[in-house]
C-alpha cells in the first residue's frame, strides 16, 4: 500500500494516494481539486445533509456544503475511483486529461479505468469502465476504447450535470489559452 499524499495548499492534490476515502465538506478556497496518480480512491465532495426537522418544527434546515466544487481536474494513472457528490448542487465541472500510452502490461490505455460518478442518491454513472473504455452518458452505444485503431477524442474532457443528467464535452481551447469553464 503507498502512502497517501495530499497537498494542501489553497487547493487540495490526492497525488499517489491508494485506499483512501477523501470528504471534502467544508469549502476549498480555489474551489479546485487536482487528483493523480491514484488507485482504490473514493472522494466525496460536499457535506451530507442534516437530519431533517421533525413534522411538528417550522423551521427548515438547509442543506451542508451546498456549494459547488469549481473543478475537479482528474489526471492519469486514475484505477478505481469513485466520486460522490453530496447533491447536484455540489457538482461543478469535472476535466478529465486521458492520455494514449502503454500499460505496464503493454496495452494501449488512456491512463483510466473504473471512474465513476454519483450525483446525490442518484445510481453512480461509470465514465470509465474496468477495460478502461470512456462511456458517453448521452450515448450510451459511443464508448471510446483505447484499442481503437483511431481516436477521435479531445485532449481534455469536461463532465458536468444539468438537468439530472451527465454530459460529456470536449474541451476546446487555443495552445496558449488558459480554459474557462461555464
Do not use: C
Request: charged share 20%.
Amino acid at each position: 500500500m503507498r502512502a497517501p499524499l495530499l497537498l494542501l495548499t489553497d487547493a487540495v492534490h490526492p497525488v499517489n494516494s491508494s485506499d483512501l476515502t477523501l470528504r471534502l465538506a467544508g469549502r476549498i478556497v480555489t474551489s479546485t481539486v487536482d487528483v493523480w496518480s491514484s488507485r482504490n480512491l473514493t472522494l466525496v465532495v460536499g457535506a451530507p445533509s442534516p437530519t431533517p426537522p421533525s413534522s411538528s418544527s417550522s423551521t427548515t434546515t438547509a442543506t451542508l456544503g451546498d456549494d459547488a466544487l469549481g473543478t475537479l481536474q482528474l489526471d492519469p494513472d486514475l484505477h478505481n475511483v469513485r466520486v460522490r457528490f453530496s447533491s447536484p448542487n455540489s457538482i461543478g465541472k469535472i476535466v478529465l486529461a486521458p492520455l494514449l500510452t502503454e500499460d505496464a502490461a503493454g496495452q494501449r490505455s488512456f491512463g483510466f479505468s473504473q471512474l465513476s460518478f454519483q450525483a446525490g442518491s442518484d445510481e453512480p454513472f461509470v465514465l470509465v469502465d474496468a477495460e478502461g473504455r470512456i462511456h458517453d452518458p448521452r450515448a450510451p452505444e459511443a464508448v471510446s476504447s483505447p484499442r481503437d485503431a483511431e481516436q477521435h477524442l479531445a485532449r481534455q474532457l469536461v463532465l458536468s450535470f444539468a438537468d439530472g443528467r451527465w454530459k460529456l464535452d470536449g474541451l476546446a481551447r487555443g495552445e496558449k489559452d488558459y480554459p474557462v469553464l461555464a
